[in-house]
């Protein structure tokens, strides 16, 4: 007989979102992202599905708000000591957590808004872009305090790194190589990221 949720002790507020989450983050690591439903999250979670509903109203947000969370305990940046040396750590921590829950979050909401993208039925959103450029910015403050002399990046130039690595992820899977790393960094991030000098000294003369 199906376990009854209604026979539970009853929650709410983050114990009740706790639990859908880690439902959400179970099913994805276990079945993917395709058995990812409403009635899957209730059963699994043991809550009502309206409870869900009231708080995430596709699959797509639930993977994000799931994909969140493990990014926001797992990965913050490391401090290597060094502006390169924190983007590659940073980036090869980031690549691995792809392996599991967060990249089947990533790979089935890209697939699904794409999808509405085509058939015009619903708008685009990006999974984790501002966490990405979050994480920029604690790895550019270190740098500073070090000496470091690193650029004020804009919007666009802090999502460049995290932007290529998802994309890297999508057309190609994972695991990702370090040597796909180690161009993100050194072809991209670092050029972006770290003053040239003559940019130091402010433009030539005339």
Same mark, same amino acid.
């Given at each position: 007989?199906?376990?009854?949720?209604?026979?539970?002790?009853?929650?709410?507020? *983050?114990?009740?979102?706790?639990?859908?989450?880690?439902?959400?983050?179970?099913?994805?690591?276990?079945?993917?992202?395709?058995?990812?439903?409403?009635?899957?999250?209730?059963?699994?979670?043991?809550?009502?599905?309206?409870?869900?509903?009231?708080?995430?109203?596709?699959?797509?947000?639930?993977?994000?708000?799931?994909?969140?969370?493990?990014?926001?305990?797992?990965?913050?940046?490391?401090?290597?000591? *060094?502006?390169?040396?924190?983007?590659?750590?940073?980036?090869?921590?980031?690549?691995?957590?792809?392996?599991?829950?967060?990249?089947?979050?990533?790979?089935?909401?890209?697939?699904?808004?794409?999808?509405?993208?085509?058939?015009?039925?619903?708008?685009?959103?990006?999974?984790?872009?501002?966490?990405?450029?979050?994480?920029?910015?604690?790895?550019?403050?270190?740098?500073?305090?070090?000496?470091?002399?690193?650029?004020?990046?804009?919007?666009?130039?802090?999502?460049?790194?995290?932007?290529?690595?998802?994309?890297?992820?999508?057309?190609?899977?994972?695991?990702?190589?370090?040597?796909?790393?180690?161009?993100?960094?050194?072809?991209?991030?670092?050029?972006?990221?770290?003053?040239?000098?003559?940019?130091?000294?402010?433009?030539?003369?005339?």
């Amino acid at each position: 007989m199906a376990d009854d949720f209604r026979r539970r002790p009853r929650r709410r507020g *983050s114990a009740l979102e706790d639990a859908i989450l880690d439902a959400v983050v179970d099913i994805l690591q276990e079945c993917g992202y395709g058995e990812l439903t409403f009635e899957a999250v209730a059963q699994r979670a043991g809550a009502g599905k309206a409870s869900i509903y009231r708080r995430w109203t596709t699959r797509v947000e639930l993977a994000h708000a799931a994909a969140h969370r493990i990014l926001g305990v797992e990965a913050g940046p490391p401090d290597t000591g *060094s502006l390169r040396g924190d983007l590659k750590a940073w980036i090869r921590l980031t690549a691995d957590l792809l392996t599991g829950p967060v990249g089947q979050a990533l790979r089935g909401a890209a697939t699904e808004v794409l999808g509405h993208i085509a058939s015009d039925t619903g708008r685009p959103t990006t999974l984790s872009r501002g966490w990405y450029a979050s994480q920029i910015d604690v790895i550019l403050e270190r740098a500073r305090q070090r000496g470091e002399d690193v650029v004020e990046p804009t919007d666009l130039v802090r999502s460049t790194p995290g932007t290529l690595l998802r994309f890297h992820f999508l057309a190609h899977g994972a695991p990702i190589s370090d040597a796909v790393i180690d161009s993100i960094v050194d072809e991209v991030a670092i050029p972006l990221l770290v003053r040239s000098p003559a940019c130091r000294h402010g433009p030539p003369t005339t």
